[in-house]
C-alpha cells in the first residue's frame, strides 16, 4: 500500500520537502531552491495551490494518473489526495506552491467565496495552462506573501503587526484566488469552444440513460454521473455547460426530464408510470418537480388539453 503523507498542517508538507516553515497557517514553496525534495502522495486538511514550471509525470488525483506540461496550475481543497508517490528519490523541480489552512481565512469575506471557487475540486487534467503572463501575475503575489511571512526581528514586533500581517495575507491570497478564477473563466471560454459538441453528447448521454434503463437501478440522472461519462469532474462540467448555454447542468437534466414527462403524459400514460418511468423515488415527487417547472401539476396539465 502506498504510502499517503497527511498534510493536517501547512507545514507538514514544508517539513516534508525541507522547506522553511514561516507561519503556521501559510506556506510559500519555492521548490527551485530546494536543495532536496522527494515526491509525496498528499491527503490534504488545508487548500493548496501548485505551480509547475515543468513537465510533471504521473501525478495522482484521486485513482487517476495524469500529466501536465510547463505552467500549469493544480488546486487541491482539504478532504482530497494528491501527488505521486514516494519512491525514496530526491527530484529536482520547479514551480511554486501555496498552502493556507481555512483557519486563516474564517470569519472573511474570502471565506465566504470560497464556495464559489469551483476550480478546487477539478480533476488534474482540468489544471489551468497559464501563459508566461500569467504565471508571472501569480508568481508576484506568491513572492509578496512569502516577504510578509518572512521572521520579525522581535516577537514584540510580530505580536504587535500580527492583526495587520493577517489581514494582508487574507488580501493577498483572495486576489490569487480571483485572479485563477479569472484564467479559467478564459479557459473555459476557449475550452467551450473546442467542446462545442458537448451539448449534444450531454443530450445523447441523457437519451442513452433512459434507453438503457439506468433509472430503474439509480433514479434520475444526476450531474455527477454526467460528468463521469464524459471524463470530466463535476465542477468542470458543470462550468463548462453554463459557458456554453448560460444555464446550469443541473437545470438542463431538470428540463430534459420534465419535457419527457410531458410527452408521456400526452401518450395517455398515468401520473404514476410516469413518475416510475422518469425514476422518481415517489410520485409526489415527480407532482412537485413537475408544478415547479411548468406552473401546473400533471393533473391539471391534462385537464388542460381536453
Known amino acids: ?97 501555496l498552502l493556507f489552512d481555512p483557519e486563516l481565512l474564517h470569519g472573511t469575506d474570502v471565506e465566504r467565496r470560497m464556495s464559489s471557487y469551483t476550480y478546487f475540486s477539478y480533476n488534474t487534467n482540468e489544471a489551468l495552462l497559464m501563459t508566461d503572463v500569467q504565471r508571472q501575475t501569480i508568481v508576484t503575489l506568491l513572492e509578496d506573501i512569502r516577504g510578509e511571512l518572512t521572521p520579525l526581528p522581535s516577537l514584540a514586533d510580530q505580536t504587535e503587526t500580527d492583526e495587520h500581517t493577517h489581514r494582508i495575507l487574507v488580501h493577498r491570497i483572495g486576489l490569487i484566488l480571483e485572479y485563477v478564477a479569472r484564467f479559467y473563466e478564459a479557459q473555459l471560454s476557449t475550452s467551450s469552444k473546442t467542446n462545442a459538441d458537448l451539448l449534444t453528447r450531454f443530450e445523447d448521454l441523457l437519451k442513452q440513460y433512459y434507453g438503457k434503463g439506468l433509472q430503474r437501478e439509480h433514479g434520475l440522472p444526476t450531474v455527477r454521473y454526467c460528468a463521469q461519462e464524459l471524463f470530466l469532474s463535476p465542477n468542470y462540467f458543470g462550468d463548462l455547460i453554463r459557458q456554453l448555454t448560460g444555464d446550469t447542468a443541473t437545470n438542463i437534466i431538470r428540463h430534459f426530464i420534465m419535457q419527457r414527462a410531458k410527452e408521456l403524459l400526452i401518450s395517455n400514460a398515468q401520473i404514476t408510470n410516469v413518475a416510475d418511468q422518469l425514476g422518481f423515488d415517489y410520485p409526489q415527487h415527480f407532482t412537485r418537480q413537475f408544478k415547479k417547472h411548468f406552473g401546473l401539476t400533471p393533473t391539471d396539465f391534462l385537464k388542460s388539453r381536453q
Not at 501559510?26 to 532536496?36: G, N, P, R
Not at 488525483?61 to 501536465?68: E, F, I, K, R, V
Open 1 to 97: 500500500m502506498e504510502k499517503i503523507l497527511k498534510v493536517h498542517r501547512v507545514n507538514d508538507y514544508a517539513r516534508y520537502i525541507s522547506a522553511p516553515e514561516l507561519h503556521p497557517l501559510v506556506s510559500v514553496i519555492h521548490y527551485d531552491e530546494l536543495a532536496h525534495c522527494r515526491h509525496s502522495l498528499n491527503n490534504y486538511d488545508v487548500y493548496g495551490m501548485f505551480i509547475g514550471d515543468e513537465t510533471l509525470e504521473e501525478l495522482t488525483y484521486g485513482l487517476t494518473t495524469y500529466d501536465l506540461h510547463r505552467h500549469a496550475l493544480m488546486c487541491v481543497a482539504p478532504g482530497q489526495i494528491g501527488g505521486k508517490a514516494d519512491t525514496g528519490e530526491e527530484i529536482h523541480t520547479k514551480g511554486w506552491a
